[in-house]
């Protein structure tokens, strides 16, 4: 770790600590160097492989962006959002992958969503499940009904 003060390419780490959510660790370091003292975070990147192929780095703000579609003209905060994909988040690391597929992602968004608002999630699962006629949303929407 280069001394971000002098640039020198050694400090040793002072003290360790879990971030509040527990997905990273935060490290404050000292540099034998200039003996200045700073503070690196570490976290594990959640990779997400594409139908593609192409992997790109998990973030919630594409989770939000998706769902916040699905949500137009609905009863739904921008909090509730931010809750939503960091469900979704804590959902998936919980797998203990280091890189999932994205079809999965979009299960993990599907569970949430249905809780939050029953109308984001048909519209949601409609465009992700490729719904391809009124019996698909029939069905869905049964299944809804079954919930309750």
């Known amino acids: 770790m280069y001394c971000p003060f002098c640039r020198h390419p050694d400090s040793r780490v002072i003290d360790s600590r879990v971030a509040e959510d527990g997905t990273a660790i935060r490290r404050r370091r000292s540099c034998p160097e200039c ?3 700073f503070t690196t975070q ?10 593609s192929g192409v992997t790109e780095p998990f973030t919630r703000d594409k989770i939000i962006r998706g769902v916040q579609r699905a949500c137009q003209g609905r009863p ?6 931010a809750m939503l994909a960091q ?3 804590e959902t998936i690391r919980a797998r203990g992958l280091a890189e999932v597929p994205s079809h999965e992602v979009g299960l993990a968004i599907l569970g ?9 999630y048909l519209r949601f699962a409609s465009v992700y499940r490729g719904f391809e006629s009124l019996d698909d949303f029939e069905k869905a929407i049964s299944e809804l009904r079954n919930r309750h």
């Open 35 to 37: 003996g200045r003292r």
């Open 112 to 120: 949430p969503l249905r809780d939050l608002d029953e109308v984001a």
């Open 76 to 81: 739904v905060d921008e909090d509730q959002l």
């Open 87 to 89: 469900r979704v988040e």
């Open 42 to 51: 570490e976290s594990v990147i959640l990779m997400v492989a594409k139908r």
